[in-house]
């Protein structure tokens, strides 16, 4: 089922659902525009849209203008306070952006959303910058908070990797190393032990890392396995002795960390396009998105050793890079569901927001 599409005023590579109570009809995308000629220049946009699945409809209210965006991810929800939303953009800068919208304007009960909507773009900024910091000279690539939201990975073009602490809309470089020997792409933090993050890169290295040592201390390096470079790599939210990782080789994989020194790789699919990123449903154990993208965009279920792709969405006609699930429920004929997924695809422009087949409409 269509919810809702729109093409965007650059080119999509990362779309995210707020995980905030209050906001979970927020979706944010970014864009990533090379501009090329005799002075290249790389430009980007953040794009704020109201998502109502029950309606159904997608509506802009809010774009800010930026450089070039790598990837954005909001601040966990349960950490208390405003909603942020969290830039790693091509000139080498992390930002934070709070949502500055007024308690009540996008709560799921009542209309107080709605009812403003039509004036929101001329009330002021609805992503107010509250902190910047230049990490590098070289890009910034990817990003992910700690579950406190207190702290955020960067990993950077040169392969490098940097910690970045938040205090008081304050950000402050904590440590960089030399983390993989080109682009990375993928830093992400162990939700269960937060001292740890695991970083991934074009050098087909999957890593993990300890900040309670400095410089980080390496706990492991996989170097055999991935056939391409890593993509992505992320936690289980269910199950702390298990992770997942996404590649060019177009295989996403799923490994045992009870060996945290030797992870074991116990179960690989092989979805069709390079596996750019894996985001978990929100509350259903074992059943991922996946942007793909040469391939679209697939949802699997994980159950044990066993991986299974159990709906495909090809509806984009470029690179599938981003994808999200909408956190929370809808009422559709009469009954509460979940599955509401927005994706977007590169060269084409185009964010999509839809739901999964009725046969699997949980």
């Known amino acids: 089922m269509e919810i809702g599409h729109c093409y965007l005023d650059g080119n999509p590579d990362a779309v995210e659902f707020c995980p905030h109570d209050s906001f979970r009809r927020v979706l944010a995308a970014s864009t990533y525009t090379l501009q090329e000629g005799d002075r290249p220049s790389r430009s980007g946009s953040i794009s704020l849209f109201n998502v109502d699945a029950e309606a159904p409809h997608l509506q802009l209210f809010h774009r800010v203008e930026t450089a070039g965006i790598f990837d954005i991810k909001w601040s966990p929800g349960g950490t208390g306070g405003a909603p942020l939303l969290a830039q790693a ?20 009960g009542g209309n107080s959303f709605c009812k403003q909507l039509g004036t929101l773009p001329d009330e ?20 992910d908070w700690n579950p ?11 392969g490098s990797l940097s910690i970045i602490s938040l205090m008081e809309s304050k950000l402050d470089i904590q440590q960089e190393w030399k983390a993989h020997e080109f682009e990375l792409w993928a830093a992400s933090f162990d939700i269960h032990q937060p001292q740890l993050v695991y970083s991934g890169s074009d050098d ?22 991935h056939k391409m470079g890593v993509c ?14 996404g590649s060019y080789d177009e295989y ?21 396009g390079g596996v750019w990123r894996i985001k978990h ?4 154990p074992g059943l991922l998105l996946a942007a793909c993208m040469h391939n679209g965009f697939a949802v699997v279920k994980i159950e044990g050793e066993k ?4 709906e495909t969405y090809n509806k984009h006609g470029s690179l599938a890079y981003g994808a999200d699930w909408q956190r929370g429920q809808f009422c559709l004929e009469g009954k509460r569901k979940s599955g509401v997924i927005a994706t977007c695809s590169f060269y084409d422009r185009l964010l999509r927001v839809w739901m999964l087949g009725s046969g699997l409409v949980i």
């Open 89 to 108: 953009d091509a000139d080498g800068n992390l930002r934070d952006y709070k949502d500055d919208c007024r308690e009540g304007r996008v709560e799921e």
């Open 124 to 143: 002021g900024n609805f992503l107010k910058e509250v902190s910047g910091e230049q990490v590098s000279s070289s890009m910034c690539l990817c990003l």
């Open 148 to 158: 406190s939201a207190t702290s955020i990975s960067v990993g950077l073009s040169d």
């Open 204 to 225: 087909c290295k999957f890593s993990c890392w300890d900040l309670r040592d400095c410089p980080s201390n390496l706990v492991f390096q996989n170097s055999k396995i």
């Open 232 to 245: 992505c790599i992320t936690k289980s939210p269910c199950d702390p002795h298990t992770l997942f990782t």
């Open 252 to 272: 996403l994989r799923v490994w045992d960390l009870r060996s945290l020194s030797k992870p074991v790789n116990e179960t690989s699919i092989c979805l069709g």
């Open 281 to 284: 449903h929100p509350f259903i």
């Open 307 to 310: 991986a299974e792709v159990v």
